[in-house]
C-alpha cells in the first residue's frame, strides 16, 4: 500500500508543478525518526528470517513500539499537510494490533483475492510476530488488513482502514513538500 501510495503521490506532485528539488530541500524535522521506526518494525523480522535471532514474545511489543518514533516524527511536523491525518491511520493500525497481543489481522480471503494466499501458512496463529491471520477469536477484524488492493498486479497487496488515512496524509504532504501547485516560483514547500 505504502509504495503505491508513494508513487501516486510522487507522479500527481510532478504532474502539479512538483519537483524532487523541493521535496530534498524541505524542512521536515526529526525525519530521521522514520528510519529508527523502520528498523524496530522490520529489522527483527528480517535477522530472523536469516536465522540470526529469534524475536519470540518481544516481535509484537517490537510492533507496537515501532509507531512511537512515527508519531514523534509527525508531532514534531504538525505544520505540514497530511501529518494530522498519517497520526490518525497509525492509530487506526495501533488499535487493533495491540487489540491482538502486538499483531495486526490478516484476511485470508483479501490475500486469496490479490493473488497472495501462499502467504497464509506464513501468516497463520504463531506463524509470524507481527500479523495474525483473521479467526473467530480477533478482535477489531475490521481494522485489520481486510482491503485487497489489486491494482497495479506487481504491488498487489492488502491493507487496513488505518493504511488508507495514511496514504491519504502521505499524498497530502508530499503534495505540500514538492511545491506540488504553488502559485509562486519561490515558493519553498516545507519551510
Known amino acids: 500500500m505504502f509504495t503505491s501510495a508513494a508513487i501516486i503521490s510522487l507522479t500527481v506532485a510532478l504532474l502539479r508543478g512538483g519537483s524532487f528539488r523541493r521535496l530534498a530541500e524541505?524542512?521536515?524535522e526529526r525525519l530521521w525518526l522514520v528510519f529508527v521506526a523502520l528498523v524496530i518494525q522490520f529489522g527483527p523480522g528480517w535477522l530472523e528470517r536469516l536465522g540470526l535471532i529469534a524475536v519470540g514474545p518481544w516481535g509484537p511489543v517490537l510492533h507496537v513500539l515501532s509507531y512511537v518514533p512515527l508519531t514523534m516524527?509527525?508531532?514534531?511536523?504538525?505544520?505540514?499537510?497530511?501529518a494530522p491525518a498519517m497520526i490518525v491511520g497509525m492509530v487506526l493500525n495501533v488499535i487493533p494490533i495491540a487489540a491482538n497481543g502486538g499483531k495486526m489481522p490478516v484476511s485470508a480471503?483479501?490475500?486469496t483475492r490479490v493473488g497472495l494466499a501462499d502467504l497464509i501458512p506464513s501468516i497463520a496463529p504463531g506463524a509470524s510476530y507481527d500479523h495474525v491471520i483473521i479467526n473467530p477469536t480477533t478482535r477489531l477484524a475490521f481494522l485489520g488488513d481486510v482491503i485487497?488492493?489489486?491494482?497495479?498486479p506487481q504491488l498487489a497487496n492488502v491493507f487496513s482502514l488505518g493504511d488508507l488515512v495514511l496514504g491519504i496524509g502521505l499524498f497530502l504532504m508530499v503534495q505540500q513538500l514538492t511545491g506540488a501547485g504553488a502559485r509562486c516560483s519561490g515558493c519553498r514547500a516545507g519551510r
Open 26 to 28: 524541505a524542512k521536515v
Open 73 to 82: 516524527m509527525l508531532l514534531a511536523n504538525l505544520n505540514l499537510a497530511g
Open 109 to 111: 480471503a483479501a490475500l
Open 148 to 152: 485487497p488492493q489489486i491494482w497495479p
